[in-house]
Antibody, heavy 119, light 106 residues
Framework: QVQLVQSGAEVKKPGSSVKVSCKAS????????ISWVRQAPGQGLEWMGR????????NYAQKFQGRVTITADKSTSTAYMELSSLRSEDTAVYYC????????????WGQGTLVTVSS | SYELTQPLSVSVALGQTARITCGGN??????VHWYQQKPGQAPVLVIY???NRPSGIPERFSGSNSGNTATLTISRAQAGDEADYYC?????????FGGGTKLTVL
């Protein structure tokens, strides 16, 4: 049973960056991939990108290319998502989720982190 | 980019059967996963690879996928099934979610 615990809520100014963490426990960190999914208020789920920790390779949704960076620290079983050049439309709950690669589903989700972008 | 289309809302009478569709070009050739999300909570996987139920998900939840439409079926709907439901597929090295369907149990 994998547990994903995310960092706490953030309030950021437009133009700044935010870095959200996702610490995994249970299972073997290197055996699954970590994705980041966001949900704006009252809106649907939006996939941002993912990382394969064992390889350190990340790929991103085209919409976020150049603005998002996903990394992983195998020594602490923690994944990170950094989003830059924040604007008000980035206000959302950000989730991390794990899958076993290939076409496997997101079996485990973090609790979500609210990021509020406001001047 | 690949798109998934879901109805915004579906209503079902208590104890009846609800069907939530997810449309996509030749979606029948892909594996579809379904998630349930209740207000203020993270999504929960209810169906994976078209028609498989994770442990702990009631048998009332089932799925199918053919042609251009995947369907999540909830039999004997209960008040606790009221939630948003999302379909998901893997396409061209990216995950794609449908827009979500709000299920109302009357």
């Amino acid at each position: 049973q994998v547990q994903l615990v995310q960092s706490g809520a953030e309030v950021k100014k437009p133009g700044s960056s935010v870095k959200v963490s996702c610490k995994a426990s249970g299972g073997t960190f290197s055996s699954y991939t970590i994705s980041w999914v966001r949900q704006a208020p009252g809106q649907g789920l939006e996939w941002m990108g993912r990382i394969i920790p064992i390889l350190g390779i990340a790929n991103y949704a085209q919409k976020f290319q150049g603005r998002v960076t996903i990394t992983a620290d195998k020594s602490t079983s923690t994944a990170y998502m950094e989003l830059s050049s924040l604007r008000s439309e980035d206000t959302a709950v950000y989730y991390c989720a794990s899958d076993y690669g290939g076409n496997s589903p997101f079996e485990y989700w973090g609790q979500g982190t609210l990021v509020t972008v406001s001047s | 980019s690949y798109e998934l289309t879901q109805p915004l809302s579906v209503s079902v009478a208590l104890g009846q059967t609800a069907r939530i569709t997810c449309g996509g070009n030749n979606i029948g050739s892909k594996n579809v996963h379904w998630y349930q999300q209740k207000p203020g909570q993270a999504p929960v996987l209810v169906i994976y690879r078209d028609s498989n139920r994770p442990s702990g998900i009631p048998e009332r939840f089932s799925g199918s996928n053919s042609g251009n439409t995947a369907t999540l079926t909830i039999s004997r709907a209960q008040a606790g099934d009221e939630a948003d439901y999302y379909c998901q597929v893997w396409d061209s090295s990216t995950w794609v979610f449908g827009g979500g369907t709000k299920l109302t149990v009357l």
